[in-house]
């Protein structure tokens, strides 16, 4: 039996096995058990950042769980949106929005997933980029997926950021993205419990050169 669903065990998993598990038994709670109760706002703050950036689709939603960014993104108006995610679980609960265009159960920073390389015009991410999930060596993959000029808009937990060695990473990526910015945003609102309250997330902001 896997971990209980709870913030300080999702950030405790050491393998895809354990995010299998522990999202499988979270899917049907997530949106009303932890985003709502949590005023989880990484999904508007990476939304936003996008559209004022003037990102467009095709775009990929990496990490797209129940859909909460494709929430956002649909209703400014921005698709298609693809989304891929290890939890068939939790792309089941986004399947019944309606939103994505197509939708991949599978860890497509490894070799053999079936996502067609060079095929969007924007990249987001919201909370997949930390602790127990996914680091630094995330991001040369996840390129291959975008189009040259696409932008990409990805959270990065901050703590995460400089245990991590995203900044090292970033810089060995020099050649291969433009325009890159970094700002601090609030993960959750007033309603997060206390200790998470004032949890920063660093978005990365860039262009696939």
């Known amino acids: ?10 950030y405790a998993l050491t393998s895809d096995a354990d995010l299998r598990a522990l999202y499988a038994d979270w899917a049907d709670t997530y949106e009303a058990g932890f985003g709502a109760v949590m005023g989880y706002q990484l999904p508007r703050e990476v939304t936003l950042t996008f559209v004022g950036a003037g990102g467009c689709g095709p775009v990929l939603d990496f990490g797209a769980g129940t859909g909460l960014v494709a929430d956002e993104l649909a209703a400014k108006g921005v698709g298609p949106i693809d989304g891929v995610d290890l939890s068939a679980e939790m792309l089941d609960v986004a399947r019944q929005k309606g939103i994505y265009r197509d939708l991949f159960a599978e860890n497509i920073l490894a070799p053999g997933h079936q996502l067609p ?4 015009d924007g990249i987001v991410s919201a909370g997949t ?8 060596e995330g991001l040369r993959p996840l ?4 189009n ?7 959270s ?18 020099d050649t291969e993205i433009s325009d890159f910015a970094l700002r601090d945003v609030r993960i959750y609102d007033d309603r997060a419990a206390e200790e998470h ?4 997330a660093k978005l990365m902001v860039f262009r696939r050169a």
Do not use: C, Q, W
Not at 2 to 9: A, H, T, Y
Not at 129 to 136: K, L, M, P, Q
Not at 143 to 146: S, V, Y
Not at 161 to 169: D, H, K
């Open 143 to 146: 390129l291959g997926f975008a």
């Open 117 to 120: 390389a060079g095929r969007y």
């Open 156 to 173: 990065v937990n901050a703590k995460h950021f400089e245990l991590a060695g995203f900044a090292a990473e970033i810089a060995a990526l």
């Open 1 to 10: 039996m896997g971990k209980p669903p709870s913030l300080s065990n999702a």
């Open 197 to 200: 309250r004032k949890d920063l």
């Open 129 to 136: 980029f930390t602790h127990g999930h996914v680091g630094a």
């Open 148 to 154: 040259p000029g696409a932008l990409i808009v990805l």
